[in-house]
């Protein structure tokens, strides 16, 4: 199994620029969310997902968008990036609704000039 | 706002030392996780304690918890220069509609273990 995977690695966008953050777990699990982590704020919850065609908010959900058309991919939309979405975004995935152990990606490096 | 504050926020020890994380949480929970995060990397799942449970062991992990004092403790013992980490704690609770959970993670704790 390969796990959460998640591309790409790093990107760089400029302000007001769209793009997706793709995520994909081999693993069967109904459960996916994405967090973002900065410097000093441990994780913050952006959006989740309890299975296909269900996505609610998390806590910093202001500029990001998700849609869970099958079990295994999470993209997370980031409509127009603004310098204040420079961070570091992980997914993670569990097998039910968060109750159990996250698995989480490498996570993507995002810099917004 | 973040539900689980670690503490403290650095520690630095030498190898073969004991080093001792303590996590501090505001609301009910129906379990506590400990992640390792190593520089640059994702974060990995160390063990999870239930609410109805107070002590759990893992190899060289020992948590507890004290729902009465909403708090954990993460010791790890005999440590080595790879336990070098950030260390977090998540609280999993019901959201605010109650029908899913979320998992709030705390800011974490920098532990350096100098061989």
């Known amino acids: 199994n390969a796990g959460v995977t998640q591309t790409p690695k790093f990107q760089v966008l400029k302000t007001g620029q769209s793009m997706t953050l793709q995520c994909a777990q081999d693993?069967?699990?109904?459960?996916m969310s994405w967090y973002r982590q900065d410097p000093g704020m441990g994780l913050r919850l952006i959006h989740y997902?309890?299975?296909?065609?269900?996505?609610d908010q998390g806590e910093v959900p202001n500029g990001y968008n998700v849609s869970r058309s099958t079990t295994e991919d999470f993209p997370l939309r980031l409509l127009s990036a603004a310098p204040s979405q420079t961070s570091v975004y992980f997914c993670?995935?569990?097998?039910?609704?968060?109750?159990?152990?996250?698995?989480f990606g490498p996570g993507t490096r995002l810099l917004v000039l | 706002s973040q539900q689980g504050e670690e503490d403290p926020q650095a520690l630095s020890i030498q190898e073969g030392e004991n080093a001792t994380m303590n996590c501090s949480y505001k609301?009910?929970?129906?379990?506590l996780q400990w992640y390792r995060q190593n520089s640059g990397r994702g974060l990995v799942h160390l063990i999870l304690i239930r609410s109805n449970e107070r002590e759990k062991h893992s190899g060289r992990l020992r948590v507890t918890l004290d729902t009465s004092k909403k708090s954990s403790s993460l010791l790890i013992t005999a440590s080595r220069a790879a336990d070098t980490a950030s260390y977090f704690c998540a609280t999993l609770s019901p959201n605010s509609g109650g029908s899913n959970y979320k998992l709030t993670f705390g800011k974490g704790t920098l532990l350096t273990v100098n061989p």
């Open positions: 609301t009910s929970i129906n379990n």
């Open positions: 997902s309890v299975g296909a065609g269900i996505t």
């Open positions: 693993m069967n699990h109904e459960y």
């Open positions: 993670a995935s569990s097998y039910s609704s968060g109750v159990e152990t996250q698995y």
